[in-house]
């Protein structure tokens, strides 16, 4: 497996994380999903926080990383261009509700009763199972008017995407760009008292 990477999970909701795959370091844009290992590293980060369970697929995921690399680059550019849209305070693309549906019914779903949890469980083959997981989630925030609070981080240079429920939150994550302001503004104080 390649060098562990960072994946900023800063909303819980897979599908804003799919899009926050993509960020930008030092002025360049980086893609965090540039081959079948970084699938499975995003996938055991999605597993570790919870997002995702094992069984809610039928195959390991070395076993199709793969073959899930080209569409989940697809889904993602596919929400970011609405989620974006959203942030700006445009309506969604007219197709994106009929396209998200399709995604879903590629993979159906099961449901099982995981302790007190009812667990989906995609039932066609693992790649479209997590797309699947992928749209259900963009749909279920959209049909919960979650996405209303969708936002940009208000760092110019951040591409990162979040929910804000409270209407107070300006960065993507303190420990990614909040900090950073703070950290400038103290260096510019600092430096005009000397």
Known sequence: MTSELNFPLITGQISIDLVNTELIRHGIRH?????????????????????????????????????????????????????ERMADGENVLPDWVSRLELLVRQSPFAYELQGNKLLPIPTGKPENALVALIALNALKLLSSDKLSNIHRCANPECVLLFID?????????????????KVTRHQKRTKKEK
């Open 31 to 83: 893609d965090l999903l540039r081959s079948p290992e970084n699938v499975i590293e995003w996938f055991q980060t999605l597993k570790k926080q919870n997002i995702l369970c094992n069984n809610q697929f039928n195959t390991p995921i070395d076993q199709w990383a793969e073959r899930a690399l080209p569409l989940l680059r697809e889904v993602r550019l596919f929400l970011r261009e609405n989620y």
């Open 165 to 181: 429920t409270r209407g107070r939150r300006k960065w993507c994550s303190m420990k990614i760009c909040g900090n950073r302001k």
